[in-house]
T-cell receptor
Framework: GENVEQHPSTLSVQEGDSAVIKCTYS??????FPWYKQELGKRPQLIID?????GEKKDQRIAVTLNKTAKHFSLHITETQPEDSAVYFC???????????FGTGTRLKVLA | DTGVSQNPRHKITKRGQNVTFRCDPI?????LYWYRQTLGQGPEFLTY????????KSRLLSDRFSAERPKGSFSTLEIQRTEQGDSAMYLC????????????FGPGTRLTVT
């Protein structure tokens, strides 16, 4: 069935360093890949997304890359700040119902 | 606040009781989703509505679960005869139109079954 694997489950970085979170999806028909940030007790917030016809997308300190052949996509955060500390979820979806299949999440801690 | 809203935010119930949650999507969003999130896990898809039609249900949604969206606006999720394994955060999300992938999430309803 449809599956999204996410690694690592926890990640600690020093403030100012970069963080990379990786996801692998199983459904080759997947064509949209959002990343959500969820702070403790709050709703998931979309931070960046990428469609299957694009290999990379950047928004200030955040970038996402997609390798369709390998069915991998990754989130890159540069110059991390303490407020980047949260749980990050990747997801994949296809046309039709557009339901999201989420990864298991990465708890990012940025140490001051 | 024009975002997705959910009520109640917290619900504590005893095993065997029925509970109902409500989701109000962003107005004019015709697609509505329910997800369930347990501690340390990503949200899992439960069911999807386009307008008032329920178009897909996950096999996670047992016979004790039912969802409605009677007028294509707000939605309710009912759990009958709750079990301790139903304890989770229930998230609602909405999206607009065909070809639009972005989903906007509500704050969730945290259910605790004692």
């Amino acid at each position: 069935g449809e599956n999204v694997e996410q690694h690592p489950s926890t990640l600690s970085v020093q403030e100012g360093d970069s963080a990379v979170i990786k996801c692998t999806y199983s459904d080759s028909a997947s064509n949209y890949f959002p990343w959500y940030k969820q702070e403790l007790g709050k709703r998931p917030q979309l931070i960046i997304d990428i469609r299957s016809n694009v290999g990379e997308k950047k928004d200030q300190r955040i970038a996402v890359t997609l390798n369709k052949t390998a069915k991998h996509f990754s989130l890159h955060i540069t110059e991390t700040q303490p407020e980047d500390s949260a749980v990050y979820f990747c997801a994949a979806t296809t046309s039709g119902t557009y339901k999201y299949i989420f990864g298991t999440g990465t708890r990012l801690k940025v140490l001051a | 606040d024009t975002g997705v809203s959910q009520n109640p935010r917290h619900k504590i119930t005893k095993r065997g009781q029925n509970v109902t949650f409500r989701c109000d999507p962003i107005s004019e969003h015709n697609r509505l989703y329910w997800y369930r999130q347990t501690l340390g896990q990503g949200p899992e898809f439960l069911t999807y509505f386009q307008n008032e039609a329920q178009l897909e249900k996950s096999r996670l949604l047992s016979d004790r679960f039912s969802a409605e969206r009677p007028k294509g606006s707000f939605s309710t999720l009912e759990i009958q005869r709750t079990e301790q394994g139903d304890s989770a955060m229930y998230l609602c999300a909405s999206a607009s139109g065909q070809g639009v992938y972005e989903q906007y999430f509500g704050p969730g309803t945290r259910l605790t079954v004692t």
